[in-house]
T-cell receptor, first 107, second 113 residues
Framework: KNEVEQSPQNLTAQEGEFITINCSYSVGISALHWLQQHPGGGIVSLFMLSSGKKKHGRLIATINIQEKHSSLHITASHPRDSAVYICAVTNTGKLIFGQGTTLQVKP | DAGITQSPRHKVTETGTPVTLRCHQTENHRYMYWYRQDPGHGLRLIHYSYGVKDTDKGEVSDGYSVSRSKTEDFLLTLESATSSQTSVYFC????????????FGPGTRLTVL
């Protein structure tokens, strides 16, 4: 079993829809990260959080430490949000990554 | 922009040849990392460095070595490339250390024939 699990693996949405991507982890962490990777592109850090909630534009990330669970929400989704979203946790100073969620937003 | 470059960006090589990938940063950050990304496995840590000449192994270090003789450069060497090392390799830096956000380079696509 992977130490960081994401769901769903693939997600297709219509433009404007509210999107949720989930991440569960089974190890102790000091922080959780959400990353974005566009097709053929590099990896960009969206959020790093250790408690509560963070918001940046249309993106919201939440974490529940007790339940070892985090969610990434995208409001008013747009085709440019199409990308792979990767959850990662910091454990003993190193990042452990989930497999990623491939999101396609259709116009 | 964290000022990270990787070279080469693409490389095709043959089994058994040595290959060196370079990661260069302009900000003099201590912590640097090498990852590989493969379908079905996601990103996995190969080696990391916490300063000049200070390096340590990650979860998939077999067949790889690293060197860091200057703060700005972190080199990854495949001593004798195998087809299983065909992958996309990403370098990352962490300005604030192990508990900080990591910033990734653009990646190097390596194909071993």
């Amino acid at each position: 079993k992977n130490e960081v699990e994401q769901s769903p693996q693939n997600l297709t949405a219509q433009e404007g829809e509210f999107i949720t991507i989930n991440c569960s982890y089974s190890v102790g962490i000091s922080a959780l990260h959400w990353l974005q990777q566009h097709p053929g592109g590099g990896i960009v850090s969206l959020f790093m959080l250790s408690s509560g909630k963070k918001k940046h534009g249309r993106l919201i990330a939440t974490i529940n430490i007790q339940e070892k669970h985090s969610s990434l929400h995208i409001t008013a989704s747009h085709p440019r949000d199409s990308a792979v979203y990767i959850c990662a946790v910091t454990n003993t100073g190193k990042l452990i990554f989930g497999q990623g969620t491939t999101l396609q937003v259709k116009p | 922009d964290a000022g990270i470059t990787q070279s080469p960006r693409h490389k095709v090589t043959e089994t058994g040849t040595p290959v060196t990938l370079r990661c260069h940063q302009t900000e003099n950050h201590r912590y640097m990392y090498w990852y590989r990304q493969d379908p079905g496995h996601g990103l996995r840590l190969i080696h990391y460095s916490y300063g000049v000449k200070d390096t340590d192994k990650g979860e998939v270090s077999d067949g790889y070595s690293v060197s860091r003789s200057k703060t700005e450069d972190f080199l990854l060497t495949l001593e004798s490339a195998t087809s299983s090392q065909t992958s996309v390799y990403f370098c990352a830096i962490s300005p604030g250390g192990v508990r900080d956000t990591q910033y990734f380079g653009p990646g190097t696509r390596l194909t071993v024939l």
